[in-house]
């Protein structure tokens, strides 16, 4: 079993920055993945950053050169700073992390970008 708790979400104006935090229940180094997942209304989850298996990230092209995802292994915490922040980046953000054969989710931050 992993427990996941996200927090840092917010209201941000079109070109600030936000910091999400995701603290596990776990060793994160003992997780096959873990990373972070955003869904807007009307629309699928998506991959927003991720560390691999191998411990690579991965991110999507739409935040690429943006978006920063980190870990801090003794507090079992990842992070995701997001600069540069567009409208359409407004979304329910999910850190998500995979253990053997189940995925598990957090409930989720809301961020939203307005002016």
């Known amino acids: 079993q992993v427990q996941l708790v996200e927090s840092g979400g917010g209201l941000v104006q079109p070109g600030g920055s936000l910091r999400l935090s995701c603290a596990a229940s776990?060793?994160?180094?003992?997780?096959?993945?873990m990373g972070w997942y955003r869904q807007a209304p009307g629309k699928q989850r998506e991959l927003v950053a991720t560390?691999?298996?191998?411990?690579?990230?991965t991110y999507a092209d739409s935040v690429k050169g943006r978006f920063t995802i980190s870990r801090y292994n003794p507090t079992n915490t990842i992070y995701l700073q997001m600069n540069s922040l567009k409208p359409e980046d407004t979304a329910l953000y999910y850190c998500g992390a995979r253990l053997i054969a189940t995925f598990y989710w957090g409930q989720g931050t809301q961020v939203t970008v307005s002016s």
């Open positions: 560390f691999t298996s191998s411990g690579s990230t």
């Open positions: 776990r060793s994160i180094s003992s997780l096959n993945t």
